[in-house]
T-cell receptor
Framework: GAGVSQSPSNKVTEKGKDVELRCDPI?????LYWYRQSLGQGLEFLIY????????KSGLPSDRFSAERTGGSVSTLTIQRTQQEDSAVYLC???????????FGDGTRLSIL | AQSVTQLGSHVSVSEGALVLLRCNYS??????LFWYVQYPNQGLQLLLK??????LVKGINDFEAEFKKSETSFHLTKPSAHMSDAAEYFC???????????FGGGTRVLVKP
């Protein structure tokens, strides 16, 4: 069956521009997570959505980062006024519920020039 | 805050030899523990998980891991390495009441013919 789908797979943009990263979770998965993977910081949690509950935004590094999940399915991670330190691979994961294993997409590789 | 330590950022093994990847966690209560594998330009794939049932956990591709509470460890092993095992491996922890995964720094495995 279809796994977690992320788009674009690669994104190159200039410093100061806004970017949007998209995640399509596995159908029926109520929980959705965003992580960031960078050389300096490893794998870091960013944000978590579970059903209609308020998202856990505790991992967002600054107020330039935001995410939404429309209709309990697709999620968009937005980074405003990008900085070079935002360069990383952004991974999305979904799970059937809070305590179920997380299934990851292939990520979006973001490069800020 | 919980943390995960993977000893050795790089491990080199010969094809057919034992693979041993070390993972130690810090947590006040036994958490849920996971091992993920990441192939180049791909997301993370779940190898196995510990959820407080049997302490010896078997996963895909002949990998297994043993939970040792007294040592706060969850080391990953495979009896005989295959060339296709060359990848990066991540140990992760999640508290029973939590949602986000906290990852170790990863161990990159090189398999020599």
């Amino acid at each position: 069956g279809a796994g977690v789908s992320q788009s674009p797979s690669n994104k190159v943009t200039e410093k100061g521009k806004d970017v949007e990263l998209r995640c399509d979770p596995i159908s029926g998965h109520t929980a959705l997570y965003w992580y960031r993977q960078s050389l300096g910081q490893g794998l870091e949690f960013l944000i978590y959505f579970q059903g209609n509950s308020a998202p856990d935004k505790s991992g967002l590094p600054s107020d330039r980062f935001s995410a939404e999940r429309t209709g309990g399915s697709v999620s968009t991670l937005t980074i405003q006024r990008t900085q070079q330190e935002d360069s990383a691979v952004y991974l999305c994961a979904s799970s059937l519920g809070q305590n179920q294993p997380q299934h990851f997409g292939d990520g979006t590789r973001l490069s800020i020039l | 805050a919980q943390s995960v330590t993977q000893l050795g950022s790089h491990v080199s093994v010969s094809e057919g030899a034992l693979v041993l990847l070390r993972c130690n966690y810090s947590s006040s209560v036994p958490p849920y523990l996971f091992w993920y594998v990441q192939y180049p330009n791909q997301g993370l794939q779940l190898l196995l998980k510990y959820t407080s049932a049997a302490t010896l956990v078997k996963g895909i591709n002949d990998f297994e891991a043993e939970f040792k509470k007294s040592e706060t460890s969850f080391h990953l092993t495979k009896p005989s390495a295959h060339m296709s095992d060359a990848a990066e491996y991540f140990c992760a922890v999640r508290q029973a009441a939590g949602n986000k995964l906290t990852f170790g720094g990863g161990t990159r495995v090189l398999v020599k013919p």
